[in-house]
């Protein structure tokens, strides 16, 4: 008698696979990675995530999901990644596509330019992942630099010096004093000359009088003049000599009054 054994399901691992890895890049630079997926078994959503790490589980990088945003999301929000429906497997429960991805050169766990592992995991809906194979790409790009705390610089403080002002000190000029010019006085200006005030004083004319002839003088008009003045000098002297004979006789008689009375 055969006994008939139901044959029992097998089922296929899940893994992931990638391929057309490149071995430089840029850090700048976004790429395209191809990505094969096997999961007979899934029957829900898958989230596909590509990662760099220097090691162990310190991840970084962006991949594209599929309404065209970069994210770079910790695990536990998986669901933020390139999303394969169950449906988008196919029968075999296989897919196979490209996977855009790039390094964020700003994040925590890239130190500058070198060689970095790199994989793609697949996460279920509740966050549990499946690895791919590693491979190591060299990235490339300016090395950072080193961010120093600024060093105070001792600022020299200027005190302005006192300007000394010079006012302009003003000499007193010399004015020159006028030349006096003698001229000889003409008689048209009303004015006497010497041969004026003589001829006037000898002839009794009024020395403010107005003179219509010009003196001249000669040596025998000085001459007479000279003659003029001592005859008068010597009448006023006689004159005064006789007053003075007058008063002392005068005295003289009234001392010779007893009581200083004159006799009868």
């Not at 399901?9 to 997926?37: E, M």
């Amino acid at each position: 008698m055969e006994l008939c054994i139901a044959a029992q399901p097998v089922f296929s691992a899940i893994s992931v696979s990638i391929t057309n890895i490149p071995t430089t890049i840029d850090q700048s630079q976004d790429f395209g990675v191809d990505v094969t997926l096997n999961c007979p078994s899934c029957s829900s959503d898958s989230y596909l995530r590509a990662v760099f790490y220097p090691s162990g589980t310190s991840y970084f990088g962006f991949t594209k999901n599929n309404t065209g945003d970069w994210i770079n999301a910790p695990g536990g929000d998986c669901t933020q990644y390139f999303k394969l429906g169950a449906t988008d497997l196919s029968k075999e429960g296989t897919w196979s596509g490209s996977l855009r991805v790039k390094v964020d050169p700003v994040s925590p766990y890239y130190n500058s330019p070198g060689d970095y592992l790199f994989k793609v995991g697949r996460y279920t809906g509740g966050c549990s992942a499946t690895w791919s194979q590693e491979s190591t790409i060299t990235v490339t790009g300016p090395t950072p630099t080193p961010t120093q705390a600024p060093t105070s610089t001792p600022t020299n403080t200027v005190t302005p010096t006192s300007t000394l002002t010079l006012t302009p000190t003003i000499s007193p000029t010399s004015t020159p004093l006028p030349t006096v010019t003698s001229e000889p006085i003409s008689s048209s200006t009303g004015l006497l000359s010497e041969g004026d005030f003589f001829a006037d004083f000898g002839t009794g004319a009024s020395v403010l009088g107005e003179h219509n002839e010009v003196y001249k003088e000669t040596p025998a008009t000085r001459s007479s003049e000279l003659n003029k003045s001592l005859i008068i000098s010597t009448a006023l002297i006689s004159l005064g000599l006789a007053i003075l004979s007058g008063v002392s006789v005068w005295r003289l008689r009234n001392a010779s009054t007893p009581g200083g009375k004159r006799r009868k």
